[in-house]
């Protein structure tokens, strides 16, 4: 076994974790902890899969390690710097069971672009989100909406970057002056990622989209860049 620094700590992040009596799937199961719950780390496995923790006084047990966030507990008190990146390190954008609520504003090709994006993360590794977007521009605006799946890629620490796919419609409304483009909703495709960055009581996010706008006979494509906050409940 190798014995972990006494300042790490673990944070449960899965809704429920079993606490077993050996560093094996096989041993028996003493307990189960919850998500965001913080134990002290004792020991880990000589492969890395699993911690021990300390349950109670004298009482100690292994869990696996993909399910809990290890990170370092820094006396200020023994140091000038602030330990900002070390409270940060004990965030993390994705968690079980969030709903999140996104602000953003970008560009779609060269004009300008804002959405709303609603989301719902079932556990740290994957959301669903609800998105609307607007993009005004000089031949008119369009109206994107869509259903995304988005899949982390980490996490790593407090940055979780992410890929997404997603499918919605486009309605363009063309300007009064301009008849390029006809006023009609359209079938849409998306695909891209980014990357999620949390901070003290909020996140920021940025993310890159290829939308396609598909018609009987023809599809328009346009990138979608944009970064923004979400917060999350």
Known sequence: M??????VKLRVMAQSVPVRAGPGGSYLEIARVGRDQVYDALDRSPDG???RIRLTRGISGWVLAELVWPFEMVDESESDSPGILARLSQNSPMGDGRLTFSLQGGTLQSDGLFTVRLGYQPSQYYALEISAGESPGKLGNILTYALELMVAVGPWHFIVPFLAVGAGGGTSLPGQDVRLFSSRTQFMLMGGGGVLIALSGFNL????RRLVLFTADQHWGALALSGGIMLSF
């Open 205 to 208: 996010r940025l993310d890159a």
């Open 49 to 51: 899969a699993w911690y």
């Open 2 to 7: 190798s014995r972990v620094p006494s300042r």
